[in-house]
């Protein structure tokens, strides 16, 4: 039995997410992803503007009447949601945690999915694999999947991309829309500044094999320090601290350029795999930059830029 504060941050978060859904992105959604195949639906008469190469000769012959036949989108997709909850995710100087962040959009793609009648499934991951549920439909399966998500406690702290792609695709042999969620600062050693990420040939295996879109979490202060002056810091995977002078400037300087070459090192990763990327802030723009990526993801299927 999940504690009372829980249960209620599920409730808050499902009614949260079920509103966004509802107002803003249940048809971005359903317009992103195309569906598996098309199925047959009926055969009815041409209309003027009717595509001639959807004419049922056989129908037709036997009538003396233009025929055609009609096909249906086959919408049912599966939808895997790997969700990074290692020690660095609870991080979160903005409006959240990068936790509470991947939480929120975990919830609203889940239910995009159920409410398109897809599948969706979850990945929790740290170094090893923490808790995996199936794909499923319906909202009790969405409501389980908020109580894992919010409520769950992982056993350990680091981080291991490799391990949790490496899963997805033996559990998942089917090609899946994947959402992988994490700040990718991936070890080992868990090294913040590292510009060398050492899951890359993970992940373009699963972006080969999977529809991967990385959504990035981060908060401002991975980025740059304001000059606060001698600040004690913690490695939340490691434990390991240390003692930073916010007020040279040069640490400052060396901190933001090792940043941008971290993150512009796994942008090229994700680029060269052709897989989306979505940055989701602690700010309070997630929703926002999710709706972003549908839009342009359905501008790509039409054949517009994007």
């Known amino acids: 039995m999940l504690p009372a504060d829980v249960l209620r941050q599920v409730r808050r978060l499902h009614l949260r997410a079920r509103r966004v859904v509802q107002t803003l992105l249940g048809g971005e959604y359903h317009s992103a992803f195309k569906g598996a195949g098309l199925s047959f639906e009926e055969v009815r008469e041409y209309q003027p503007g009717d595509d001639v190469r959807t004419i049922d000769w056989n129908v037709t012959a036997r009538t003396g009447q233009p025929f055609i036949k009609r096909f249906v989108e086959e919408r049912e997709l599966t939808m895997i949601l790997a969700v990074d909850v290692s020690g660095s995710q609870r991080f979160g100087t903005g409006q959240l945690s990068k936790r509470a962040v991947a939480a929120e959009l975990a919830a609203l793609l889940a239910l995009c999915a159920v409410s398109n009648n897809d599948r969706v499934g979850l990945i929790a991951f740290t170094d090893s694999i923490e808790r995996f549920v199936p794909p499923n439909k319906g909202p009790r399966h969405v409501l389980r999947l908020l109580r894992d998500i919010l409520a769950f406690e992982p056993q350990r702290l680091g981080t291991d991309l490799s391990v949790a792609l490496d899963y997805l695709n033996k559990v998942q042999r089917r090609r899946a829309i994947v959402f992988l969620v994490s700040d990718f600062l991936s070890g080992p050693p868990n090294d913040l500044t590292s510009a060398t990420p050492t899951f890359r040939d993970a992940f373009r295996r699963a972006a ?76 309070g723009t997630h929703f926002d930059a999710l709706l972003a990526f549908f839009r342009k993801r359905d501008r790509r299927r039409r054949g517009g830029h994007g």
């Open 208 to 283: 080969r094999k999977h529809d991967l879109i990385a959504v990035r979490t981060s908060d401002p202060r991975e980025r740059e320090w304001p000059a606060v002056g001698l600040v004690r810091v913690e490695d939340a995977e490691t434990g390991q601290q240390a003692v930073i002078d916010t007020s040279s400037r040069a640490f400052r300087e060396g901190f933001a350029a090792r940043n941008r070459d971290r993150m512009a090192a796994f942008t090229r990763i994700a680029r060269g795999a052709q897989a989306d990327l979505i940055e989701a802030g602690t700010d």
